[in-house]
């Protein structure tokens, strides 16, 4: 089969061509023919950093967790999948996990779900890592209807997934961009758009909540901005992050009584622990596209799979709209 591989570590330019043995099929995978891939922020940390992070694969290496594509062998023990089905999930690209930048990936049957019939496969690819983590976030946080949601980072890959969810789930939805493009998208998606370059923290908290903080903040930015999540939550609010690597003071969240999350998604992958949680997400996912609740944002620019390096720098950038995606 047909894959890009990396023999080291570094910048976008290590991504080669290569001829691969097609995986066998095995108990409980089913193998899938890969018709998309999206790319994130996680796979150019691995592709960059390599041995630096836990869970960077052996090299050579195929990189790519997210897919869509098409069931073509069921393994032993699979009753709920049969070929021919369409599929999408978030299932390799890191440790012993072959990724989806090749013809054929070898899938958990855990790890994927039905893909949404309204949704093409370059669409579906755009979805799983983001929206399990969206999804996990919200939930994790006690989101229910009436909630007032704040989302940091509203137009990029996970923020412009988890408002759209809160939304659907019935939250007064509000997020942060910093541009007129990001601001209007934003708007476009059902939330209420806050400049964060304009208005202070405490300026949007008194004119949105009159002072009192929203119930949930969703923090898609991470890093520094986490002081400014925890500013802006309610008393006995929910912070989720996505990106807390970060040394930070907690005294205002201590005073506040707040309860931080901080979402790694990929841990099921890496431990091969409770990933039947990622189907049940992907089923509901499916559920709320088909609703018409969710629509992933793609990218202008289309990439096919021996542009892997474009499509890494693209994304890296950080000059493209919605979700950068990889078609094979």
Known sequence: MKAMIIKSFGGSEVFEAAELDKPEVKAGHVLVNIKATSVNTVDTMIRLMGDDLPLAPQL??????DFAGIITEVGEGVSE????????????????????????????????????????????????????????????????KGKNILVHGGSGGVGHVALQIA???????????????????????????????????????????????????FDS????????????????????STVAMVE??????????????????????????????????????????????LTPILDEQRFTLEEVAQAHDRLSSGQGMGKVVVEL
């Open 60 to 65: 050579p290496g195929v990189l790519g967790m």
């Open 248 to 293: 930070l003071d907690l005294s205002i969240a201590h005073f506040k009584g707040l309860s931080l999350h901080v979402v790694f998604m990929l841990i099921p992958m890496l431990h091969n622990y409770k990933r039947e949680s990622h189907t049940h997400i992907l089923n509901k996912l499916t559920e709320i596209v088909e609703a018409g609740g």
């Open 221 to 240: 930015v991470g890093g520094a901005n986490m002081v400014n999540s925890f500013e802006a939550a309610a008393l006995n609010g929910h912070v989720a």
């Open 81 to 144: 999948y049969n070929v021919g089905y369409e599929v999408y999930g978030c299932a390799g690209g890191l440790a012993d996990l072959q990724g989806a930048l090749a013809e054929y990936m070898l899938v958990d049957v855990r790890l994927l779900a039905r893909k949404p019939e309204n949704l093409s496969m370059r669409e579906a690819a755009a979805l799983p890592l983001v929206g399990i983590t969206a999804y996990e976030g919200l939930m994790r946080s006690n989101i229910t």
């Open 167 to 217: 939304g659907y789930l019935g939250a007064n939805v509000y997020a942060t961009g910093g541009g007129d493009k990001q601001l209007v998208l934003i708007e476009q998606l059902g939330a209420k758009a806050i400049n964060y370059k304009t208005e202070s923290v405490a300026d949007y908290v008194n004119k949105h909540t009159d002072g009192a903080g929203f119930d949930i903040v």
